[in-house]
């Protein structure tokens, strides 16, 4: 079973910035394509960057691109999601998300096998 946990969260206002994390348990992170998604109050779980096995390759939600940078460090089993000019409407819990081993990623959250707890981002306006 693979066990992530987030950090990083918190409150920041307009314009700031926000870097996650999540540390991912055990071996094989680099097998493990991986994603943020995030949910707001009253919101559906909205896709927020994917990032693939290598990182060679990355794609953003049209709401947050050019504002957010997903990466990820396989040899310390990190994935981070950098987040810069920060909106009031990027309030949200944030969750990474594992697929299983050796499959793409996807921008779809029922894609996604293994999830975080989430973190909790506030921007304040």
């Known amino acids: 079973q693979v066990q992530l946990v987030e950090s990083g969260g918190g409150l920041v206002q307009a314009g700031g910035s926000l870097r996650l994390s999540c540390a991912a348990s055990g071996r094989g992170f680099s097998n493990n394509a991986m994603g943020w998604f995030r949910q707001g109050p009253g919101k559906d779980r909205e896709f927020v960057a994917l990032i693939s096995r290598s990182g060679d390759s990355t794609y953003y939600g049209d709401s947050v691109k050019g504002r957010f940078t997903i990466s990820r460090d396989n040899a310390k089993n990190t994935l981070y999601l950098q987040m810069n000019s920060l909106k009031p409407e990027d309030t949200a819990i944030y969750y990474c998300?594992?697929?299983?081993?050796?499959?793409?990623?996807?921008?779809?959250?029922?894609?996604?096998?293994?999830w975080g707890q989430g973190t909790q981002v506030t921007v304040s306006s």
């Open positions: 998300a594992a697929r299983r081993p050796l499959y793409t990623a996807s921008s779809r959250p029922g894609d996604y096998d293994y």
